[in-house]
């Protein structure tokens, strides 16, 4: 596609739930980014995808998040038994080194737990 | 620590007038810094990107400068536009082995007025 997209664009459940987001990057990137981002504050790095490995999984911020990527395209972050803090606008990127590592960034989804 | 501090929080403007957004960093070792542009709902989109050896750098009415002595770097809105109302994201890149982390900072919010 064009650009990257994620689904839902909005997600509300409630606390205790496990939810799925997904992404798809911009097809031939190789690098794909999640990003969690709470209102008002910056963007938190979670994980960091080459090809379907993640080498860099440190931002995750607990054993209930996870994500897999397939492909070497789509890539899901699934959050397990929800909490309310887990409620923000989770941003997916990719990039590609032929474009300068630059990360175009979708649209995000935005998580609410009630 | 690595960190990205972004100043003002918040700006407001009138409609034609310039700003100045600031941005130090205490990121090592550096490997570039980018400007962001992040619509409400939207990911955020890239301005500018900057490497060590670069001081300044445009694109359209954005101007971003960089002085990787004192670490600190600006991007300067000439004539502003309703449009250009949106947050702004310092962000940058240090070297981790396989990966470049990025550090984001907390974006200044700029409101343009008419």
């Known amino acids: 596609g064009a650009g990257v997209s994620q689904s839902p664009s909005n997600k509300v459940t409630e606390k205790g739930k496990d939810v799925e987001l997904r992404c798809d990057p911009i097809?031939?990137?190789?690098?794909l980014y999640w990003y969690r981002q709470r209102l008002g504050q910056g963007l938190e790095f979670l994980i960091y995808?080459?090809?379907?490995?993640?080498?860099?999984k440190s931002g995750l911020p607990s054993d209930r998040f996870s994500a897999e990527r397939t492909g070497e395209s789509v890539s899901t972050l699934t959050i397990q038994r929800t909490q309310q803090e887990d409620s923000a606008v989770y941003l997916c990127?990719?990039?590609?080194?032929?474009?300068?590592?630059?990360?175009?960034f979708g649209p995000g989804t935005r998580l609410t737990v009630l | 620590k690595n960190q990205v501090e972004q100043s003002p929080q918040s700006l407001i403007i009138l409609e034609g007038k310039n700003c100045t957004l600031q941005?130090?960093?205490?990121?090592?070792?550096?490997?570039?810094l980018r400007w962001y542009k992040q619509d409400t709902g939207r990911g955020p989109v890239s301005l500018t990107i900057?490497?060590?050896?670069?001081n300044t750098k445009s694109n359209g009415r954005y101007t971003a400068t960089l002085d990787a002595d004192t670490k600190q770097s600006s991007l300067h809105i000439t004539a502003s536009q309703l449009s250009d109302s949106a947050s702004y994201i310092c962000?940058?890149?240090?070297?981790?082995?396989?990966?470049?982390?990025?550090?984001f900072g907390t974006g200044t919010l700029l409101a343009v007025q008419p």
């Open positions: 990127a990719s990039s590609s080194y032929l474009q300068d590592n630059e990360q175009f």
């Open positions: 097809s031939g990137h190789t690098a």
């Open positions: 995808f080459q090809g379907n490995s993640a080498p860099d």
């Open positions: 941005c130090n960093y205490t990121v090592s070792p550096f490997s570039n």
């Open positions: 900057m490497t060590f050896s670069e």
């Open positions: 962000v940058v890149s240090a070297y981790g082995g396989a990966t470049n982390k990025l550090i």
